[in-house]
């Protein structure tokens, strides 16, 4: 942490109730199994509960249901929901470290008719192109690109590396992590009677809302008109490619080395595993969540569906279904000798049976 906290302003914080020492302080963040006593740690795994009695940790965040069954030697804050409290404070954290984080770092190039608002900070080897906009807050980390007519919203952060091609609009409390890029063409390419590809220009932009998490090296390609948007409280995962003119609704998560095609319209609160493949020009209802792997092939209209599978398909017969292709081998097996003994029955019936 590189600053001290007792338990007295923690709790504040959190609105917990101290069990032990309020004076107790610590000065960093650890895992309940290995913290020291200089650290804050955390229980809401029940599997982890064995490391309450152990840990040296100085002060443990708990659910304020947890019944204990031996003595604790740190001291506890009870807590409604131990890990919602405990990522609160490490949010509290990180954000009185980037209050510190301001100023114009040397070299950078910002054109003049760039603006740039108030408090904010812009690392070494940022590029801010022609009408760009800065917002008040906003933190720009080395090495970033942002293209011309481009907008960073207040108190957004782009980690080093990030690339926000031209016209391209980022909202409110926005952070975009390292390597990730925002408004690449789009995947547009005419077939010729030669076999050729003609490139079709991608005119459009990319809307990113407020309240968005982008992970690192991911890749948002502009519309090939109007724009690909990412509404707003939706977090995705690092490595996901979003094509041209996708919409991603409200709160939505999207998991790792996940693949939205082109066109395609995902709802509010959907959640998607890693690995998915999306095809494109389809539409995807509010509250559906796809398991990891699968591949949707086409539009779900149905709220709240749980589909698994390559094509998907409902999530409680993808597993019905995948339990008995683990037996096949042995239903094989059983159909194999079951012909067997019917031919034998066959014989024997045969055997019996007048001869003309």
Known sequence: MNMQFSAQQISALINGQIEGNPAATVSGFAKIEEAQPTDLAFLANPKYEEYLYTTTAGIIIIGEALQLKK??????IRVKDAY?????????????????????????????????GKDVFIGAFAYIGENAVIGEGAR?????????NAS?????????????????????????????????????FAPQQN?????????????????VEIGSNTCIDRATMGSTIIRKGTKLDNLLQIAHNVEVGENSVIAAQTGVSGSTKIGKNVMIAGQVG?????????????????GLTKSIMVENTAVDGTPAFDYKESLRSKTVFKRLPALEKKINEL???????????????PKN
Request: proline letters at 4%.
């Open 140 to 148: 720009i980390y080395p090495q970033v690109f942002i293209g011309n």
């Open 71 to 76: 003595a604790v030697n740190a001291t506890l």
């Open 84 to 116: 919602s409290s405990f990522a609160q404070l490490m949010q509290y954290y990180q954000q009185l470290k980037e209050k510190s984080m301001t100023g114009i770092q040397e070299p950078v190039y910002i054109h003049p008719s760039a603006t740039i």
């Open 278 to 294: 999306v095809a494109g020009h389809i539409s995807v209802a509010d509250g559906t969540k796809v398991g990891g792997q699968s």
């Open 195 to 211: 076999g050729t590809y003609n490139k079709v220009p991608q005119l459009g932009n990319v809307v990113v809302e407020d309240h």
């Open 152 to 188: 960073v919203g207040q108190h957004s952060t782009l980690h080093p590396g990030v690339k926000l091609y031209h016209d391209c609009l980022i909202g409110m409390h926005v952070t975009v992590h390292a390597g990730t890029v925002i408004g690449s063409d789009g995947f547009g």
């Open 339 to 353: 012909e067997l003994a019917i031919a034998d029955l066959y014989k024997e019936r045969e055997a019996f049976l």
